[in-house]
């Protein structure tokens, strides 16, 4: 089965940290471009971080620079997001996303029609005291 699946997240208190953890099943993520995508409540989905190894580029977000970490593992077809610092305005539900055709960190996380193949099913993370 072809799927991307989350775990991680949580509720954490503003400073810490949180690694997400999106797991390919049905295919390889070697020649993708991925991502993390956040939706905060009563808000658009946004790109937080993509990587191309393709490329060899990566993209944050402004307001995660220096805080979130996007990474991959090649041996178990896992990518991550290390969140450290943690604000109240990080709060959202957190997707992982895969791209074969989008080539471009910046057209995976700042396109306006990014060619998304796979969405994890979402994980929520709740930054508060």
């Known amino acids: 089965q072809v799927q991307l699946v989350e775990s991680g997240g949580g509720l954490v208190q503003p400073g810490g940290s949180v690694r997400l953890s999106c797991a390919a099943s049905?295919?390889?993520?070697?020649?993708?471009?991925i991502g993390w995508f956040r939706q905060a409540p009563g808000k658009e989905r946004v790109g937080v971080s993509c990587f191309s190894s393709t490329a060899a580029t990566t993209y944050y977000a402004d307001s995660v620079k220096g805080r979130f970490t996007i990474s991959r593992d090649n041996a178990k077809n896992t990518f991550y997001l290390q969140m450290n610092s943690l604000k109240p305005e990080d709060t959202g539900v957190y997707f992982c996303?895969?791209?074969?055709?989008?080539?471009?960190?910046?057209?995976?996380?700042?396109?306006?029609?990014?060619?998304?193949?796979?969405w994890g099913q979402g994980t929520q993370v709740t930054v508060s005291s």
């Open positions: 049905g295919f390889s993520l070697d020649s993708q471009t």
């Open positions: 996303a895969t791209s074969y055709t989008t080539k471009s960190v910046w057209g995976l996380c700042r396109g306006s029609s990014p060619a998304i193949d796979y």
